[in-house]
Nanobody
Framework: QVQLVESGGGLVQAGASLRLSCAAS????????MGWFRQAPGKEREFVAA????????SYADSVKGRSTISRDNAKNTVYLQMNSLKPEDTAVYYCAATTWMGLIREPTKYPYWGQGTQVTVSS
Protein backbone atom coordinates (compact mmCIF):
# COMPACT_ATOMS: atom_id res chain seq x y z
CA GLN A 1 0.00 0.00 0.00
CA VAL A 2 0.91 3.65 -0.32
CA GLN A 3 0.05 6.35 2.19
CA LEU A 4 -0.69 9.88 1.02
CA VAL A 5 -0.63 13.16 2.94
CA GLU A 6 -1.69 16.43 1.32
CA SER A 7 -0.63 19.91 2.39
CA GLY A 8 -0.62 23.45 1.11
CA GLY A 9 -4.28 24.36 1.24
CA GLY A 10 -5.55 27.57 2.76
CA LEU A 11 -7.71 30.67 2.49
CA VAL A 12 -6.79 32.98 -0.36
CA GLN A 13 -8.37 35.77 -2.37
CA ALA A 14 -9.52 35.36 -5.93
CA GLY A 15 -6.63 35.65 -8.34
CA ALA A 16 -4.08 34.23 -5.93
CA SER A 17 -1.99 31.09 -6.35
CA LEU A 18 -1.48 27.99 -4.23
CA ARG A 19 0.73 24.97 -4.55
CA LEU A 20 -0.61 21.78 -3.10
CA SER A 21 1.75 18.95 -2.21
CA CYS A 22 1.09 15.28 -1.65
CA ALA A 23 3.77 13.23 0.06
CA ALA A 24 3.70 9.49 -0.45
CA SER A 25 5.17 6.75 1.69
CA UNK A 26 5.11 3.00 1.57
CA UNK A 27 5.54 1.32 -1.78
CA UNK A 28 7.67 2.59 -4.66
CA UNK A 29 6.17 5.93 -5.63
CA UNK A 30 7.11 5.68 -9.29
CA UNK A 31 4.91 2.59 -9.61
CA UNK A 32 1.81 4.76 -9.25
CA UNK A 33 0.05 7.17 -11.52
CA MET A 34 -1.26 10.06 -9.48
CA GLY A 35 -4.33 12.23 -9.57
CA TRP A 36 -5.78 15.27 -7.88
CA PHE A 37 -9.51 15.48 -7.20
CA ARG A 38 -11.69 17.96 -5.37
CA GLN A 39 -15.02 17.91 -3.62
CA ALA A 40 -17.10 20.96 -2.81
CA PRO A 41 -19.91 20.86 -0.23
CA GLY A 42 -22.96 19.10 -1.61
CA LYS A 43 -21.17 18.05 -4.79
CA GLU A 44 -19.59 14.86 -6.03
CA ARG A 45 -15.86 14.38 -6.05
CA GLU A 46 -14.50 15.56 -9.38
CA PHE A 47 -11.31 15.05 -11.35
CA VAL A 48 -8.81 17.91 -11.43
CA ALA A 49 -5.56 16.58 -12.90
CA ALA A 50 -3.58 13.40 -13.43
CA UNK A 51 0.03 12.55 -14.11
CA UNK A 52 1.68 9.40 -15.38
CA UNK A 53 4.20 7.36 -13.45
CA UNK A 54 7.19 9.03 -15.04
CA UNK A 55 5.60 12.47 -15.09
CA UNK A 56 5.82 12.68 -18.84
CA UNK A 57 2.08 12.76 -19.44
CA UNK A 58 -0.53 14.97 -17.80
CA SER A 59 -4.25 15.57 -18.09
CA TYR A 60 -6.50 18.32 -16.76
CA ALA A 61 -10.15 19.02 -16.24
CA ASP A 62 -11.43 21.78 -18.48
CA SER A 63 -12.27 23.84 -15.40
CA VAL A 64 -8.59 24.16 -14.40
CA LYS A 65 -6.80 23.78 -17.73
CA GLY A 66 -4.46 26.68 -18.36
CA ARG A 67 -4.51 27.70 -14.69
CA SER A 68 -3.06 24.61 -13.05
CA THR A 69 0.00 22.42 -13.41
CA ILE A 70 0.45 18.94 -12.01
CA SER A 71 3.99 17.68 -11.51
CA ARG A 72 5.85 15.05 -9.56
CA ASP A 73 9.28 14.46 -8.10
CA ASN A 74 9.81 10.73 -7.84
CA ALA A 75 13.04 11.23 -5.90
CA LYS A 76 11.03 13.07 -3.22
CA ASN A 77 7.95 10.83 -3.45
CA THR A 78 5.83 13.92 -3.94
CA VAL A 79 3.22 15.13 -6.40
CA TYR A 80 2.28 18.78 -6.71
CA LEU A 81 -0.63 20.82 -7.99
CA GLN A 82 0.19 24.43 -8.78
CA MET A 83 -3.00 26.46 -9.06
CA ASN A 84 -2.99 30.01 -10.40
CA SER A 85 -5.69 32.63 -10.92
CA LEU A 86 -7.85 30.96 -8.33
CA LYS A 87 -11.60 31.52 -8.45
CA PRO A 88 -14.26 31.19 -5.74
CA GLU A 89 -15.59 28.13 -7.60
CA ASP A 90 -12.25 26.41 -6.93
CA THR A 91 -13.22 26.23 -3.26
CA ALA A 92 -13.21 22.57 -2.21
CA VAL A 93 -11.35 19.90 -0.33
CA TYR A 94 -8.54 18.72 -2.58
CA TYR A 95 -7.45 15.10 -2.49
CA CYS A 96 -4.52 13.32 -4.07
CA ALA A 97 -4.88 9.71 -5.08
CA ALA A 98 -2.70 6.90 -6.37
CA THR A 99 -3.40 4.10 -8.79
CA THR A 100 -1.53 1.28 -10.47
CA TRP A 101 -3.71 1.62 -13.58
CA MET A 102 -1.76 2.57 -16.66
CA GLY A 103 -2.35 5.88 -18.38
CA LEU A 104 -4.08 9.04 -17.20
CA ILE A 105 -7.07 8.05 -15.12
CA ARG A 106 -9.96 10.45 -14.52
CA GLU A 107 -12.34 8.10 -12.74
CA PRO A 108 -12.03 8.30 -8.96
CA THR A 109 -13.23 4.72 -8.62
CA LYS A 110 -9.99 3.54 -10.22
CA TYR A 111 -7.88 5.07 -7.47
CA PRO A 112 -7.63 2.76 -4.46
CA TYR A 113 -5.39 5.01 -2.38
CA TRP A 114 -6.40 8.45 -1.11
CA GLY A 115 -5.07 11.12 1.17
CA GLN A 116 -7.13 12.84 3.84
CA GLY A 117 -7.57 16.04 1.83
CA THR A 118 -6.61 19.68 2.22
CA GLN A 119 -9.07 22.56 2.24
CA VAL A 120 -8.79 25.31 -0.35
CA THR A 121 -11.03 28.33 0.14
CA VAL A 122 -11.05 31.19 -2.36
CA SER A 123 -12.80 34.38 -1.35
CA SER A 124 -14.20 36.84 -3.85
Amino acid sequence: QVQLVESGGGLVQAGASLRLSCAASGRTFSNYAMGWFRQAPGKEREFVAAISRSGGLTSYADSVKGRSTISRDNAKNTVYLQMNSLKPEDTAVYYCAATTWMGLIREPTKYPYWGQGTQVTVSS
